[in-house]
């Protein structure tokens, strides 16, 4: 039985028990439209109490229902059910009350919440609103301001804060369901949420210039616009009017363009860490995790143990640079304190967990180490050779390197089936993905460790192959590579840069690289000079403005120029230096429209994908997505690359 009635005296408890989340699929909303029609006709019952086995209260729709005609019972129908019911109905919310959890929680007349649960409408990151009276029924119990933000950006709030909110009655002290009971004995006879006001904004302009705000940074995406005119409704239409608006807009979204590409990233980033070689495969526990080198990456990565639980013991070069590690991750986890992400007594156990040492020896009781220095291979295989020195016969060894060659640094060290890539990716402790990078000999035992070790971050793993730049750093290579071309072909930095932003990128390619410095690539193609088959296109735009002096934002120029801390302007000096080059080479430039622009350099991202493909780096092209995605902030409403090819294998 999915949905479950069973007895407290005269309380009725419906119990959903529908693994693994309790989804509001078809057998559950019929179950529960049975249960209020039992509960309503047997006298004997004076409240019901509405709860979920498992780990969690109901996580959301059943989204393999979104791609077919909806089958009724319909959840906003049986929302009505329950809450036009004569008997009080009490949510007892464990775990993630999200989606059609959390409408189907506000539909009852009582949310009785677990300390550690959670509410949220993350409809929209699947490119919908809320379908079932979320847009309508929030604004009836919290402020606009908070009904904005919740439906808007996805996120949930806590246990705590929606009590304080108003979403809630209380937090359980200690039984969350006995609680429930207890308030179902009390509970007067129920009025319909849908028959009170909603609290409209008390500051109208203010809330206009949140919405703004909010839209400004969603810019492309139609579900978010659509949850502010769904709130608008709310304050604005009686409430059945502004429930038959929200259902009109959710059915037209949900079969929209993006909302299946969100379900395709959704599904794909599922699928990421589904791995037939390490089936079965128990990884190695881990405990203390040991990291060399403290700087941008090092210190991230020590960062994200941490908040994660893991002890920490940082490696560096000298006492100063120990130092100056420590007081990188002491400022990481002082931010996630001031934001409120960690309680004071979180942030003194993660100190106390961490430590940082320029001795190799204090490496003795580390599981898994992640070698994070310089990018040079003779440097990294000293410190692979010192690590081995240090480290128990079990410990795993991983390399964060961006671009080297995994498979020799295993090789170098004396046991190979031990070592593997962790590619992170800058802020580490907050972005999403890592690369896992397979080199020949790695044990299914390191590579199971790996991959577990990232879901315990709460990362993305994507399995990599060996090869130069992985998945992630070839794809964006590819862009550059076209990016360069296209500016000596007729269009300028500052036009490329606004097309691919236009497109949905955060930041374009010219302004990424003013940002990391062009003398760091510069460098790179200096070494890379004398192994360059003369026969590729080179575009030497990079080198002269290196040449110039002009290292980007840190030197105030680069493709743009940054005057009084600006953002970066075009710059006339680049234009002419960028026309002469063109000249050089005899290009007749020719004008390229921002569709033209973003065309090629699609274009080159998915050959260069197809070739990732065919050489065994990437998995699949879903995982190629998956990555572009999480890495480089490819619009994630798009799908991904491949997805856009229409070679998605998911
Ligand atoms: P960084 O220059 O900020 O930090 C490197 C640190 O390693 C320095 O603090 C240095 O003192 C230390 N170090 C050097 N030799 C050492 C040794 N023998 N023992 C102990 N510590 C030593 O460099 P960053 O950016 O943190 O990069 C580190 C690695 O991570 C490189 O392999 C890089 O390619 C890779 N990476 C960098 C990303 C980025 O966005 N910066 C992203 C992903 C990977």
Not at 281 to 309: D, E, F, H, K, Q
Not at 602 to 622: F, P, V
Request: proline share 5%.
């Amino acid at each position: 039985m999915v949905v479950s009635l069973t007895r407290d005296a005269d309380i009725a408890i419906v119990t959903i028990d529908n693994p693994p989340v309790n989804a509001v699929g078809l057998a559950v909303r019929q179950g529960l439209w049975d249960a209020v029609e039992r509960t309503e006709a047997d006298e004997t019952i004076r409240a019901v109490v509405l709860a979920c086995a498992g780990r969690t209260f109901i996580a959301g729709a059943d989204v393999t229902e979104f791609d077919q005609a909806p089958v009724a019972p319909h959840l906003p129908d049986l929302l009505l059910l329950i809450e036009r019911a004569t008997k009080p109905w009490v949510a007892a919310v464990h775990g993630t009350a999200l989606g059609g959890g959390l409408e189907t929680a506000m539909a009852c007349h009582h949310r009785i919440m677990d300390a550690g649960a959670k509410l949220g409408l993350p409809e929209v990151t699947l490119g919908v609103i809320p379908g079932a009276g979320g847009t309508v029924r929030l604004p009836r119990l919290v402020a606009a301001e908070t009904a904005l933000q919740m439906i808007t950006t996805g996120k949930p709030i806590s246990a705590s804060e929606a009590v304080q909110a108003g979403l809630a009655d209380a937090v359980a002290v200690q039984d969350v369901l006995a609680e429930a009971i207890d308030l179902a004995r009390t509970a007067p006879a129920p009025t319909p949420l849908l028959d009170r006001a909603a609290q409209a904004p008390t500051d109208p302009v203010l809330w206009d210039a949140a919405a703004a705000k909010i839209l400004k940074k969603a810019a492309g995406q139609t579900a978010p616009k659509a949850a502010v005119q769904a709130l608008r409704n709310a304050y604005e239409m009686d409430a059945q009017a502004a429930l038959a608006a929200e259902r009109e807009t959710f059915l037209t979204l949900r079969s929209a363009p993006q909302s299946a590409a969100l379900r395709h990233i959704f599904f794909a980033e599922r699928a990421t860490a589904r791995v037939d070689r390490i089936k079965g495969v128990a990884p190695r526990p881990l405990n203390r995790i040991g990291i060399i080198g403290g700087g941008t990456m090092g210190a991230g990565i020590a960062a994200a143990c941490l908040l994660s639980g893991y002890s920490v013991q940082m490696i560096e070069r000298d006492a100063d640079a120990a130092e100056a590690g420590k007081a990188r991750v002491s400022g990481t986890l002082d931010g996630s304190l001031k934001r409120g992400l960690i309680s004071t007594e979180q942030h003194d156990s993660m100190t106390r967990a961490f430590a940082a040492s320029d001795s190799y020896s204090a490496l003795g009781d580390t599981d898994l180490v992640i070698e994070a220095v310089f990018e040079d291979m003779e440097v990294k295989k000293k410190v692979f050779a010192q690590i081995e020195a240090a480290v128990g016969p079990d410990a795993i060894i991983a390399t964060n390197t961006s671009y080297l060659d995994v498979n020799e640094i295993a090789a170098s060290t004396g046991t190979p089936s031990r070592v593997v890539g962790l590619h992170f990716f800058s802020p580490a402790h907050i972005m999403k993905l890592l690369e896992i990078v397979v080199p020949d000999g790695v044990s299914d035992q390191t590579l199971a460790t790996a991959v577990a070790f990232a879901k315990s971050l709460r990362k993305i793993p994507v399995l990599a192959g060996v090869c130069d730049g992985f998945i992630a750093n070839r794809i964006m290579s590819a862009y550059r590579r076209e990016a360069e071309y296209m500016i000596e072909d007729g269009a300028l930095p500052w036009e490329v840069d606004a097309a691919m932003v236009g497109f949905g990128l955060p930041m374009g390619i010219f302004q990424m690289g003013d940002l990391a410095g062009l003398d760091i690539s510069w460098a790179m193609r200096k070494r890379q000079a004398a192994t360059r088959d003369p026969a590729e296109r080179y575009v030497e735009i990079g080198d002269k403005l290196c040449e110039m002096g002009r290292f980007g934002r840190k030197t105030g120029r680069g493709y743009y120029l940054y005057e009084d801390g600006s953002k970066g302007t075009p710059d006339p000096e680049v234009e002419a230096l960028i026309l002469a080059e063109s000249a050089r080479k005899g290009i007749d430039r020719q004008p390229m429209t921002a569709e033209e622009i973003m065309r090629r350099i699609l274009g080159a991202m998915q050959a260069e994908g197809r070739k990732i493909l065919a050489e065994g780096i990437a998995r699949s092209a879903d995982d190629i997505d998956v990555v572009m995605v999480n890495a480089y902030g490819f619009p994630r409403w798009r799908g991904g690359p491949m997805y856009m090819a229409g070679s998605t294998d998911g």
